[in-house]
């Protein structure tokens, strides 16, 4: 019998065993390995005051096609935000988020005039007067580029907290190709700015189609679905601490390292393997194994993060807005910095929490600072609180609270990004029957996981055939 082991349990590791599925067919034995108690990784759906809650991930990009696909595969219902606009704290007001920008950057000076001070838009719109922008072959660093063709106010108020919602990490941390492949293409392909970069990427005529999907249940029930289709073992609490070749196979074990009083190893072997976890066990698991794409692993830096859920007795009024946005180092009027990087109103954002408890979600953390992140959970929840009573008046006590933290969550996708990634996947191509895939690979959203897995899963099945 053929035998997969997948390590790591997130979307990447569990589509990756579904996919393995399909190609292999019935008589595969597919084991998929997770350290942790709780399959899906970033993929966490809590019951919060009774009703599944998100406080992961809590939605993805619908425009591109690998998680929308994935969801329909799987017979679940999909579902798309309200009408409600995301604003943003900037400048000290809160203001609409601007359209007509490739996140953050913007197609006119005119489409940022309401986020920016008469000097940040006059600086907006002398950029392309500036030399004819031409990018060096490789990555380059993203916020310098940002503050020397349109100043730092747009980079503070308007990039940096868009970025912050994806990445915990800011413009200047970030590389321009890692995190804006789309800009940099069209500055290559002749786009002599950035501002007419920008405009090149946006649709001729505003699209109906809806930019984010999720899941009524909870993105959860794409964990439990993924699960059950793959027909996988699914083996939880259980560590793999070290991969090896085996000949043509492979060994794999389990658990903690042996020691003195504890010698005997739990192994297991495997005709290929797939490895669907963090850059730092990564790193750890191909030391002795890939050293190349180890070292390259190591070298990807990570943000930690914490949502922050309130269930708020029903009837509570909510901003006419999807949520808020909080640029680094906003204050109030009275000058107190805020904790938060963002919230999220759940209810009126998503229509399946129009009634019951009002949902909201606060997110805290950025690349670098911990702050906040230092407090316990009773502490974290009132630095929220306190946030949001001082952006919307809200104070009402809620009926429950929930804090969920993600150490290391977030990879950053820094200058070199790119270089590094290619580096691990061309030191992978050599060592058959092993593939990797999720969120430090090419993207940290939903649908760039997936498409990992299945390129993944389509590398272990073409081995095995062969």
């Known amino acids: 019998m053929t035998r997969v082991a997948v390590v790591g349990a997130g979307i990447s590791g569990l589509t990756a065993a579904y996919r393995l599925r399909q190609l292999l067919g019935a008589g595969a034995e597919i084991v998929v390995f997770e350290k942790t108690r709780t399959p899906g990784g970033k993929l966490r759906t809590a019951e919060l005051a009774g009703v599944p809650y998100d406080v992961g991930a809590e939605a993805f990009l619908a425009r591109r096609p690998e998680m929308l696909a994935l969801v329909r595969e799987l017979g679940l219902d999909l579902v798309h935000p309200t009408g409600a606009r995301a604003k943003i704290h900037a400048g000290g007001t809160v203001t609409g988020l601007p359209p007509g920008t490739v996140m953050g950057v913007p197609a006119s000076a005119e489409s940022v005039a309401g986020v920016l001070s008469e000097a940040g838009r006059r600086a907006v719109e002398a950029e392309t007067s500036l030399p004819e922008l031409r990018l060096p072959g490789g990555d380059v660093p993203l916020g310098p580029l940002l503050r020397e063709r349109f100043g730092d106010e747009l980079v503070d108020r308007l990039v940096d907290p868009l970025l912050g919602g994806v990445y915990a990490g800011g413009a200047d941390g970030l590389g321009l190709r890692a995190t804006m492949p789309g800009l940099a293409a069209a500055v290559a392909a002749g786009a002599g700015s950035l501002t007419a970069a920008a405009a090149s990427q946006l649709p001729a005529s505003p699209s109906s189609a809806p930019v984010f999907g999720t899941v009524p249940g909870g993105l959860g029930t794409v964990v439990d679905r993924l699960t059950e289709l793959s027909g996988a073992d699914l083996r939880t609490g259980l560590p793999v601490c070290d991969i090896e070749r085996n000949g043509t196979s492979w060994r794999l074990r389990i658990g903690a390292a042996p020691t003195a009083h504890a010698p005997a190893e739990n192994t297991i072997d495997a005709d290929a393997v797939v490895l669907a976890v963090p850059a730092p066990s990564a790193r750890r698991l191909l030391a002795d194994l890939v050293p190349a794409a180890s070292a390259a692993f190591g070298e990807v830096e990570l943000a930690s993060m914490a949502v ?63 702050g906040a992140l230092q407090a316990d959970d009773v502490e974290l929840v009132r630095v929220v609180r306190d946030d949001l009573a001082r952006l919307t008046g809200i104070t009402a006590e809620p009926v429950e609270t929930l804090v969920t933290r993600w150490g290391g969550g977030l990879p950053q996708y820094g200058t070199g990004h790119l270089e590094r990634v290619e580096r691990i996947e061309k030191a992978i191509a050599g060592i058959p ?29 073409a081995h095995l055939s062969a």
Do not use: M, N
């Not at 029957?433 to 099945?461: F, I, K, S, Y």
């Open 308 to 370: 922050v859920a309130l269930a708020l007795p029903p009837g509570t009024e909510l901003p006419a807005a999807s949520g808020i946005l909080i640029g680094q180092g906003e204050r109030d009027a009275a000058g107190v910095p805020y904790a938060a990087k963002a919230f999220t109103f759940s209810s009126r954002k998503w229509a399946h929490f129009g009634t019951g408890p009002v949902l909201v979600r606060g997110s805290v953390g950025r690349f670098g600072e911990l």
């Open 433 to 461: 029957g092993l593939a990797v895939a999720g969120a430090t690979l090419h993207g940290v959203g939903l649908p760039a996981c997936v498409a990992t897995a299945e390129a993944a899963a389509q590398r272990v099945a």
